[in-house]
């Protein structure tokens, strides 16, 4: 059975802390807590014992399926983990992933078709198909920011860093091209213009 794991970026530590145990009570008291649950729950099941019989596996269920992907929470994530050059990262993985369609990406959570890490840190639990694996789709966008801060701390422009892609990150030649054709077909940079951070 596969373990799920949850992590937040602290920003003034500048590392990932785990808060799996703290995001599950915090779950937990969330659906006691709430008055909507425990009225809808309270009809048939005591909702404290409810809440009590779950297994870890299950509350973890009930965590992911609120935190299902979508190109607006990804789009808030890069900016949360300060990624360089967002509008570029968003438009690798609208490559990599076929849109988000990808079978990489449906089962492996892998929005970059990473392959395993061995001389980085790393947030990957395995391999799959040849490439990474990850318990969720955020783990994978903390891979690539730990990533680009191994690899591509120097980079200081977007022509740099689209220089680096093509020499070092794709076996694609036309990989490059591909990339600023999504950014400026899909107005991305205008999208990451557009979003404000609510704790900033």
């Known amino acids: ?11 003034r530590k500048l590392r990932f802390n785990n808060i799996t145990k703290y ?9 006691i807590g709430s008055n909507l649950v425990t009225y809808n729950l309270a009809k048939n099941v005591n909702a404290e014992r409810y809440v009590q019989s779950l297994s870890p596996e299950e509350r973890l269920i009930i965590l992911s399926s609120s935190d299902e992907f979508s190109e607006e929470k990804f789009i808030h994530y890069l ?3 300060n990624v360089k050059f967002p509008y570029i990262v968003y438009a690798q993985a609208m490559l990599e992933t076929g849109n988000f369609k990808s079978k990489v990406f449906r089962e492996n959570n ?3 078709g990473m392959k395993c890490a061995t ?6 639990k395995g391999e799959q198909y040849n490439h990474a694996m990850f318990d969720t789709w955020r783990e994978s966008i903390m891979d ?3 990533y680009q801060s191994r690899y591509l701390n120097g ?8 220089s680096y892609l093509s020499s070092s990150y794709a076996e694609d030649s036309g990989y490059v091209n591909k990339l600023r054709a999504i950014v400026d077909k899909e107005n991305l940079k205008e999208k990451f213009d557009k979003v404000q951070l609510s704790y900033r």
């Not at 059975?1 to 920003?11: D, E, H, I, P, S």
């Not at 980079?155 to 689209?162: A, F």
């Open 155 to 162: 980079i200081r422009s977007e022509e740099q860093y689209y």
């Open 144 to 146: 690539y920011a730990l």
């Open 1 to 11: 059975m596969r373990k799920f794991y949850l992590y937040n970026y602290c920003t």
């Open 79 to 81: 900016k949360e983990l």
């Open 119 to 124: 001389s980085r840190a790393t947030t990957n």
């Open 110 to 112: 892998n929005l970059f």
């Open 23 to 31: 995001v599950i009570v915090g779950i937990a008291g969330l659906l």
